[in-house]
């Protein structure tokens, strides 16, 4: 059973276009990130929901766009890729945070190159 | 400066050998700290928390030193599967947690 799981694993697509990534966790976490992991392999939060609710928005271009429909799931929609974009996308979830933080489980990725 | 800093490495070490990383921050009011693993193309996983009186984990040894803001990492008798990256994790409070670069390490035979 997959923990944390992200469709799709890879993704190829033009610049301009629209794309989604989905994110599941079966953990009964209350928390959920978004991390970028670019070509110098640093990770950097993008965004954090706890409860559905919108918790992080960590300077991402308004392109990006996070949608919670429950606490298990949490999906990031991208308008208008650029080539900049290209990247691992992790998603991760942890119990609950706040001011003491507690460990957090990952996604596989999603592996995105924008041509 | 970076809020996580870590020495990038790589660390070539041969099995059976001992290394050390290290890891400084620069929040004094940071609460919680931890170790990932990431190994190649994979995601990162937890390899273990660290707490203020330092703990163990099998041939895994962290400790945490509040006053000066570094953690360290110290990896016994290395194994071969020890190759991966180790990342610095810290918890700024307010849902917010930062990832150091990481460190590579490559352990030889």
């Known amino acids: 059973d997959t923990a944390v799981s992200q469709t799709p694993k890879y993704l190829v697509t033009q610049m301009g276009n629209d794309k989604s990534i989905k994110c599941e966790q079966n953990l009964g976490h209350d928390t959920m990130y978004w991390y970028k992991q670019d070509s110098k392999k640093f990770l950097k939060i993008m965004f954090s929901?706890?409860?559905?609710?919108?918790?992080i928005n960590e300077t991402v271009p308004n392109r990006f766009s996070p949608k919670s429909p429950d606490k298990a799931h949490l999906n990031l929609h991208i308008n208008s890729l650029e080539l900049g974009d290209s990247a691992v996308y992790f998603c991760?979830?942890?119990?609950?945070?706040?001011?003491?933080?507690?460990?957090?489980?990952f996604g596989p990725g999603t592996r995105l190159l924008v041509l | 400066r970076k809020e996580v800093e870590q020495d990038p490495g790589p660390f070539n070490v041969p099995e059976g050998a001992t290394v050390a990383f290290n890891c400084t921050y620069s929040?004094?009011?940071?609460?919680?700290f931890f170790w990932y693993r990431q190994d190649c193309r994979k995601e990162p996983k937890l390899l273990m928390s660290v707490y203020s009186s330092g703990n163990e984990d099998g041939r895994f040894t962290a400790q945490l030193n509040r006053a000066s803001q570094y953690i360290s990492l110290l990896i016994r008798d290395s194994k071969l599967s020890d190759s991966a990256t180790y990342l610095c994790?810290?918890?700024?409070?307010?849902?917010?947690?930062?990832f150091g670069a990481g460190t590579r390490l490559f352990v030889k035979a």
């Open positions: 991760a979830s942890s119990q609950r945070a706040g001011e003491i933080q507690e460990t957090q489980y």
């Open positions: 929901y706890n409860n559905k609710e919108l918790i």
């Open positions: 929040n004094s009011a940071s609460q919680s």
């Open positions: 994790v810290v918890g700024n409070g307010g849902f917010k947690t930062i």
